[in-house]
């Protein structure tokens, strides 16, 4: 893994948009890929190979599955593991979640209860993870529409004691923390003064949509002002992390993508 400090704004560099990046080249300090779009071969391996060469790139996953009962899915993280020899990644991370049960992949963030139990459970996976992959990996907050009544402790209070027990580290979404805000489930405040910012070590900003008054994480618009207003909040913490804007549906012309990449920057840095 690099070891050398990546900090400010980049960007989540979708398949969609990896020709134009090569053309013009940005000025981002790094990128992050989706780890998952190149466990199969073919032409965007060159291309990232392309982009590797001028630019950090930090690897985000999105079926580690570690907070499921399946057993850890032994070939994901072999070829996950190539792919990080390959690229050389400076981090890599997934979320806290469960994305598979009985052999059944979801294709989704799912949320579990927050238990004594289901601790354990997360910690020897995440344990188990990175063993295989030989370096701590980021666990990401989650966005979620719906609690478990078997919780009894916040998904705030879970990862800190999730990462103390393994020595992993936090990827904090901040848009995820003011989605589950906004739906009445959590306190963006609270996250922001009582997160381990010393494990923090990458930082996700996106935008959501509505639907009938529920805000929906699908990283499908522009960052909203309340989430501007929330970087602003952390940026003492975020001037020295890596901090990405994700866009991963209602593409707008890669212009837009860079133009929000700058807002974040600012808001960071005044």
């Not at 989430?227 to 890596?242: F, G, M, Q």
Request: one cysteine or more; charged letters at 25%; glycine letters at 4%.
């Amino acid at each position: 893994m690099n070891s050398k400090k990546i900090i400010g704004a980049g960007l989540n560099l979708r398949l969609d948009y990896i020709d134009e990046f090569l053309e013009l080249m940005p000025e981002v300090p790094f990128v992050e890929v989706i780890t998952d779009n190149w466990h199969s071969d073919g032409p965007h391996h060159k291309k990232l190979e392309k982009i590797r060469e001028n630019y950090p790139v930090s690897f985000h996953c999105v079926s580690m599955n570690l907070a499921g009962v399946d057993p850890i899915n032994s070939k994901y993280l072999l070829k996950t593991k190539e792919l990080m020899d390959k690229f050389q990644p400076f981090q890599i991370s997934d979320h806290l979640s469960f994305q598979t049960m009985d052999g059944v992949s979801f294709h989704d963030l799912l949320p579990f209860p927050f238990t004594d139990r289901t601790l354990e459970n997360v910690s020897e996976r995440v344990l188990q993870v990175q063993e295989n992959l030989k370096t701590p990996i980021l666990i990401e907050n989650l966005s979620y529409y719906t609690e478990y009544k078997e919780s009894h402790m916040s998904e705030l209070v879970f990862l800190n004691k999730l990462i103390d027990k393994t020595d992993a580290l936090i990827l904090f979404d901040l848009n995820n923390i003011w989605v589950n805000e906004k739906n009445s489930i959590a306190s963006t405040v609270d996250f922001v003064e009582q997160i381990n910012w010393a494990k923090v070590a990458e930082v996700h900003v996106a935008g959501p949509d509505i639907f009938d008054g529920l805000y929906v994480d699908t990283h499908g618009s522009n960052v909203d002002d309340e989430v501007i207003e929330l970087v602003k909040r952390a940026s003492l913490y975020l001037k020295n992390l890596p901090v990405v804007y994700e866009r991963d549906n209602n593409l707008p012309p890669f212009s837009e993508i860079l133009s929000e990449v700058k807002k974040i920057e600012g808001a960071i840095h005044g």
